[in-house]
């Protein structure tokens, strides 16, 4: 029988439900989908909000699932946010519940975060008695794009969110603790596309042609000095360049060379001095070297700024359950589209160790290969959060 005590209960549940979670984890690794191509895994979801009890609608965002849990007593509605799409990365791992879809990899975990918050549901559900307020299950698709969280949005998901907590397992840390960041924690990130046109032509007569492949090459190495010299020292940006296209054999100067990359930032100056600078040198560099140019510069998410409101009772929260096993880190310049639901109410991204004895793993690897041990203890901090904040 399970304990009356929220506190033990949630220890005593999470351990109950710790090998069917495993197992749903390791079904959804084999089985991993693409951004806006998770019908499999969001069937899965509902499937088990049905077997729960808990209303909820699919479809949310393309291919997102939102769940709902009513507590007892008015109060304030916290969203708990989970990832659910896998990575174009070929499996090296070996294991037996590997990927079988070749190209296709969970490589970031997300197959763990949702089952981390089904297990997180199946107890929060249980213990609708002791809250007072609303639970929003927010099963999100298409993080690694960073165009989920916003599509789902749209459909109304942050709606009548008072405060939002995501979460995000780390590799790099042992399994057993938990990790925050105040303040910024996770860059924006920004997309720019430059298509350069020149004149093609023979490789023995490059005075016939204009060639785009050495503006290109000019153009790349000059956007290293958007970080060097535009930005503040303490302002961090990154700028990559991530394809370099154009041409097709060896003695053939081409017409066209076309550049993809990414932008990160932690403060809003920095994405848009980075921005004017880069419009700035293209535009400059191109009409220098006889070149047409154009670029399309998207700004995708922005920065993910932890919100003390929530952060501090949540770590409180961890805390009390796990003891002083929670570290404050340092940002990172990876971006993540959770940005958007803090944009809408003051939110939090957990951090959840989820590194193996003897392992050195990191996310986007083939190699990937995090401790399942990670989830209970995630179902366990998730849970006992949310009892907190909503008694």
């Known amino acids: 029988m399970l304990s009356n005590n929220p506190e033990q209960r949630i220890r005593e549940q999470a351990a109950a439900l710790e090998p069917r979670l495993i197992e749903m984890r390791r079904d959804i690794h084999a089985h991993p989908e693409l951004a806006f191509e998770e019908v499999r895994t969001a069937g899965i979801v509902a499937a088990e909000l049905t077997r729960m009890g808990i209303a909820h609608r699919t479809g949310v965002g393309r291919t997102g699932v939102l769940g709902v849990i009513e507590g007892a007593r008015p109060g304030p509605t916290l969203a708990l946010r989970a990832d659910m799409d896998a990575l174009p990365i070929h499996e090296e791992t070996g294991q037996p519940f590997a990927s079988k879809h070749d190209g296709k990899m969970h490589a970031c975990g997300h197959d763990i975060h949702t089952v981390t918050l089904l297990g997180a549901a199946e107890i929060l559900n249980g213990l609708r008695e002791n809250l007072a307020g609303r639970i929003v299950l927010v099963f999100q698709p298409a993080e690694e794009v960073l165009e989920g969280a916003p599509a789902m949005i749209a459909d109304g998901a942050a709606d009548g969110v008072d405060m939002a907590i995501g979460f995000h397992n780390h590799p790099d840390k042992p399994v057993g603790t938990f990790g925050f960041v105040r303040g910024p924690s996770l860059a924006a990130s920004d997309r720019f596309d430059i298509h350069l046109r020149g ?5 023995a007569h490059p005075y016939a042609a204009v060639d785009p492949i050495v503006g290109a090459a000019q153009i790349v190495s000059q956007l290293q000095t958007v970080v060097s010299r535009e930005q503040k020292p303490l302002h961090p940006c990154v700028v990559t360049v991530g394809m370099f296209q154009g041409g097709t054999t060896y003695n053939i100067i081409p017409e066209r060379v076309h550049l993809k990359g990414t932008v990160r930032t932690l403060h809003a100056e920095a994405r848009d001095v980075a921005e004017a600078a880069i419009r700035r040198l293209v535009e400059h560099s191109a009409a220098a070297l006889r070149l047409e140019a154009t670029i399309e510069y998207r700004r995708m998410v922005a920065s993910l700024v932890n919100d003390d409101r929530v952060l501090d009772p949540a770590i409180a929260s961890v805390r009390a359950h796990f003891g ?39 996310l986007h690897n083939a190699n990937y290969q995090p401790d399942e041990r990670c989830i209970a203890l995630g179902v366990q901090a998730l849970s006992r959060i949310a009892v907190d904040m909503l008694r």
């Open 199 to 203: 004149k093609s032509g023979h490789a």
């Open 324 to 362: 002083e096993v929670v570290h404050e880190g340092q940002p990172s310049m990876g971006a993540e589209d959770f940005a958007a639901f803090a944009e809408r109410a003051p939110a939090f991204h957990l951090g959840i160790g989820a590194g193996a004895p003897g392992r050195d793993d990191r």
